[in-house]
Structures are given as structure tokens and as C-alpha cells.
């Protein structure tokens, strides 16, 4: 047989081998390999030593229903039930500064209650540990002494010299039933396959989009009373059970330079249900910007994504000071699900939380709410409502100049950019 023969044949048997490899290797045993490109929940920067960050972000939302919280101040205590939900945001991370001896390299938690106000701890290096993915062991991460996993949380913080930061937080969280973004070898979690792409600034993981949490929180917070300076200690101790969770993660050299990003899985009637959203310039090695995004739907435990992967576009993307709204229209390969999406921003609160800026330092810089509420249809390919629900407790970052992603988002008619990632 002539060499060039063979060639055809090589790449049959190559392209065999690999169809086998794929169809052989289920989510599992991806993860057993030990290799973190299929483990994103656990901590990427073993081997990093300066400008990275990577940070853990859990979500916790009280029962919608109804919760019993129980305050106290230094001479009155009571028991009142509350009609609206309580949520709080904690994420441990850790930031290394632009060389390897920079005084801004630490560990961090930073925790934000009802998108009202943050608080800013602040540890030292070996105070963070975690679990190694390649020795099978299971995923946890630990600041100071609180412990992080699938399984729950311990927050025992409380602020120290030179922290930005006037909360008490205690408490102990269990989690069940979560649901992670499936990986598999071609589409690595809510990146997809861009997560092969060498050199991306920033990347973004969901490990959870919902779950159920049982168990309470107690924090105490000082507040300042006029200029005569009279403080008042709060104590409060909130039941988490039947709440639900979320847990997402990013890490790499810095945040894009602008995004739009929206989370909520507190839906009154359809418990489970959960919207993610996440759009943003992103920068490649050569130097070009394209916008990119990746959105996903977690419901009736079944994923649909919207990325640019699974084919889907924009029909709508607009961006004020009183909402956003979103309508994106999946590949046929997907459902050809359309999905319509309206955040309420007015009278919503928001709060500057701290991010990495021009890799050297942490410092508050992204404006955060908690609490918005989103309107969410979702529509199948004969036009029929699937899904029609009011979330609550909805996270919203707009961030930068979002008016270049209403120009160049892909999918619109007036877009002036033709590829998206």
C-alpha cells in the first residue's frame, strides 16, 4: 500500500479511537483522572505564585415562604416571623499580587447580607488549605476556620486588625441534592469548549446551581448611633432550613473589563429552578476582544443551555438604569428553547464588592445586588410556555461600558462583531 494510502486510514482509526475515548469516558471517570480541568470546583492555582485570583462564591436564600428570625439587641430580644426571604453571599478566595513578594497577596472571605451591605476579612496564606484533586481526595477548601465543600459550611468569622469589616458570622450549613454543570471532554462546565482556550483571563465555573440547605446562621453586627457615637450591637439568628444554595466559582489573572452577569434559583412555585447568565468582553492571546457569554436554565433536573457553543443567539439584549432584559433562541440540536428575561432594577440595592484590580491588589470595585427580582419565560419550539415565574433574590452585576455588548452580542441584526466565544 502506497504511504499516502495509509493516511485516510490513520485518520479513520484515529477518529475511531477518539469516538470510543469520548463515549468511554462519562463525567466520573473524567473526574477520577485527577487532572483539575475536569475538577473546577477544586483550587486551580496550586502552582500559581503571582498576579492570579480565584474565588468560591456560595449563594444562600432563606425559604421563601416564611423564616423565624430571632434578634437581639443590649436590652431587647425578639421573635418575629418574616414574610420575605434573607440571602447572603460568602466567598473564600484568594489573591496573589503582580510579584512574588507582594505585601497584597492573602486569603479572603468576603460576605455580603441581602446586597446591603459587604464585609472584607482578610487572612494570611497559610491560612488557606485545600483538597488535592490528583491524591482522590474530596473537595473541600478552608480560610481560617472555615471549612467549604459539596457538603456544607462552617463560618466561625469575626473581624481583625486591619479588616473591612464589622460583622460576627457563625453558623452551620448542610447541603443536599446539588446539581453541578455536567463536564465532559469537549465541554468543560459552563465554559464549554472555549475552557480549552490557553491564556483566557478569566474563568468561570458553576458548581451548584441549586440545592436544598438546612441548618441557621448567626451574625452580629455593629451599628454607629449619630455623632455621639452611641453603638448598637444586633444579634441575629436566621434558620436556613429548607433554603436553597448556589455555587459558582471564577479564577485567572483578572476580571473581564466589562460584563453583565445574573443569577437566581428562588422561584416560589418551581423549587429547583435556576437561572444563570453571564456576559462579558473577553480578550484573547492575540490581542482581539470578542464578546462571549454562556447562560443555562437548570430545571425540572434537566440543563438547557444558551452559550455560543449549543448554537444559541441573541434576539434581544437591552441595558438601563431600570432593567435589563435578554432573549436568546437556542439551536434546534437543543430544543430551539427561547428564553425572555427582564431583572427590575429600580429601588433594588447594591453594594461594591471587592475584585482584583490591575493585578496588584483586591479592592471594592464591582457593584453588586442581591436582592432584584426577575421575570423569567421559557418557551419551546412550538412557541408554548414552558416556564412563566417571578424569581427572587436575583444577583445582578452590570459592570464597564455594557453599551459594547448591546452593539457586538452576536445573533442581533445591528451586531458589529460576527463571532462570539
Given at each position: ?10 485518520v ?23 487532572r483539575?480541568?475536569?475538577n473546577p ?6 502552582y500559581?505564585?503571582?498576579?492570579y485570583?480565584e474565588g468560591?462564591?456560595?449563594?444562600f ?8 428570625m430571632n ?8 421573635n ?13 478566595g484568594i ?8 505585601t ?7 460576605v455580603t ?9 482578610r487572612f494570611e ?11 482522590g481526595?474530596?473537595?473541600y ?6 471549612h467549604?465543600?459539596h457538603k456544607g ?11 473591612d ?29 472555549v ?16 440545592h ?75 490581542g482581539?476582544e ?17 452559550a ?35 431583572v427590575d ?8 464588592l471587592?475584585a482584583?484590580?490591575?493585578?496588584s ?19 419551546n419550539v ?8 417571578i424569581?427572587?433574590?436575583a ?8 453599551d ?18
Amino acid at each position: 500500500m502506497p504511504p499516502l494510502a495509509i493516511v485516510p486510514l490513520l485518520v479513520a482509526t484515529a477518529a475511531i479511537s477518539i469516538g470510543r475515548f469520548v463515549a468511554n469516558r462519562p463525567e466520573e471517570r473524567l473526574r477520577q483522572t485527577g487532572r483539575l480541568i475536569f475538577n473546577p470546583d477544586f483550587f486551580q492555582g496550586a502552582y500559581k505564585h503571582q498576579s492570579y485570583f480565584e474565588g468560591w462564591y456560595y449563594k444562600f436564600a432563606s425559604n421563601y415562604v416564611a423564616g423565624t428570625m430571632n434578634s437581639t439587641t443590649m436590652d431587647t430580644a425578639s421573635n418575629e416571623d418574616i414574610d420575605a426571604s434573607f440571602s447572603i453571599a460568602v466567598v473564600p478566595g484568594i489573591f496573589l499580587g503582580n510579584s512574588t513578594t507582594s505585601t497584597e497577596s492573602h486569603a479572603f472571605i468576603f460576605v455580603t447580607i441581602n446586597g446591603e451591605k459587604q464585609h472584607y476579612f482578610r487572612f494570611e496564606l497559610d491560612e488557606f488549605s485545600y483538597a488535592d484533586a490528583a491524591k482522590g481526595e474530596e473537595y473541600y477548601i478552608q480560610v481560617g476556620d472555615n471549612h467549604f465543600s459539596h457538603k456544607g459550611v462552617s463560618l466561625n468569622l469575626s473581624p481583625r486588625t486591619g479588616d473591612d469589616a464589622t460583622l460576627t458570622l457563625n453558623g452551620k450549613l448542610t447541603f443536599a441534592n446539588p446539581s453541578p454543570w455536567p463536564v465532559s471532554l469537549f465541554h468543560l462546565g459552563a465554559m464549554g469548549p472555549v475552557g480549552w482556550m490557553p491564556g483566557l483571563e478569566c474563568t468561570h465555573g458553576v458548581l451548584s446551581f441549586d440545592h436544598e440547605i438546612y441548618g441557621s446562621l448567626t451574625f452580629m453586627d455593629k451599628h454607629g448611633r449619630g455623632e455621639m457615637d452611641t453603638t448598637t450591637t444586633v444579634v441575629t439568628t436566621i434558620s436556613m432550613d429548607n433554603g436553597r444554595g448556589y455555587t459558582e466559582k471564577d479564577f485567572g489573572r483578572s476580571f473581564p473589563s466589562l460584563w453583565v452577569w445574573i443569577q437566581t434559583n428562588s422561584f416560589a412555585r418551581h423549587p429547583g429552578t435556576s437561572l444563570f447568565v453571564s456576559i462579558a468582553r473577553i480578550p484573547t492571546p492575540l490581542g482581539l476582544e470578542f464578546p462571549g457569554f454562556t447562560a443555562a436554565l437548570w430545571h425540572d433536573s434537566t440543563l438547557i443551555p444558551f452559550a455560543t457553543w449549543s448554537g444559541a443567539k441573541f434576539e434581544a439584549l437591552t441595558i438601563s438604569k431600570e432593567e435589563v432584559r435578554i432573549v436568546i433562541k437556542n439551536s434546534k440540536r437543543y430544543g430551539s428553547h427561547r428564553v425572555e428575561i427582564t431583572v427590575d432594577r429600580i429601588d433594588v440595592p447594591e453594594v461594591l464588592l471587592y475584585a482584583p484590580k490591575n493585578f496588584s491588589r483586591m479592592e471594592p470595585l464591582v457593584w453588586e445586588a442581591l436582592r432584584g427580582t426577575v421575570h423569567l419565560r421559557l418557551l419551546n419550539v412550538n412557541e408554548e410556555v414552558v416556564l412563566d415565574e417571578i424569581g427572587t433574590n436575583a444577583g445582578l452585576e452590570v459592570h464597564g461600558d455594557v453599551d459594547w455588548l448591546v452593539d457586538n452580542m452576536c445573533g442581533k441584526k445591528s451586531a458589529n462583531r460576527f463571532v462570539c466565544l
